[in-house]
């Protein structure tokens, strides 16, 4: 299943336990496993594999299963342009200004 902007929150975290669990079948490890390696509960490992977990856990997983380099594509780096860059000289951004009421 794709991830889709029409999906619910709750939908798109099922998928991604989905497809947690997926991986952890294609590199054959079990449930009970994955808890040992991580450091985690079993429970925990379940609730993950349910879109239920907080993004510590599915860090945990995911680094013992050797796919830590998905997250690089879940939020990649976002460089500045150089517009922004001139206009900043130097500054680092820190909060957005919002949007505009007109």
């Known amino acids: 299943m794709k991830i889709e902007l029409s999906m619910t929150d709750r939908a798109i ?10 991986q952890r079948l294609n ?3 079990s449930q009970q496993e994955i808890a040992e390696l991580t450091g985690l509960s079993v429970t925990a490992v379940q609730s993950a594999e ?4 907080k993004m510590l856990t599915y ?8 796919s830590l380099s998905a997250l690089e594509n879940f ?18 951004r820190q909060r957005a200004s919002g949007k505009r009421k007109g």
């Open 13 to 22: 975290a099922l998928e991604l336990g989905r497809r947690l669990k997926a």
């Open 27 to 29: 590199k054959n490890f």
């Open 50 to 53: 349910k879109g239920e977990s």
């Open 59 to 66: 860090i945990k997983i995911l680094r013992v299963l050797g």
């Open 75 to 92: 939020l990649p780096v976002v460089n500045v342009s150089p517009l922004q860059l001139a206009r900043l000289e130097g500054k680092r």
